[in-house]
């Protein structure tokens, strides 16, 4: 299974992070413990949603589309 996840900001909550993950608990660990270069500033992190997916290449383009314009606005809105 590969799993979109969105992240938000415990200290920041405008900030979000998408990524794409087999291991959801873990990769949260990293990210809180700062070893995540680019969500490292804004740790803590809470989880906010995820969503699994048996196909790979469709768990990348569901991260890809999120990580858009219009993918942004429809996670802020719906998810």
Known sequence: MKFVY??????HPDRHYTGLTENVDMRVEKHNAGQVRHTS???PWRLKTYVGFTDTV???EF??????GSGRAFSRKRL
């Not at 969105?6 to 200290?11: A, D, G, K, Q, T």
């Not at 991260?63 to 858009?68: A, D, G, M, N, Q």
């Open 41 to 43: 500033k804004y740790a």
């Open 63 to 68: 991260e890809k589309y999120l990580k858009s």
């Open 58 to 60: 469709r768990a990348q």
């Open 6 to 11: 969105i992240l938000e900001s415990v200290n």
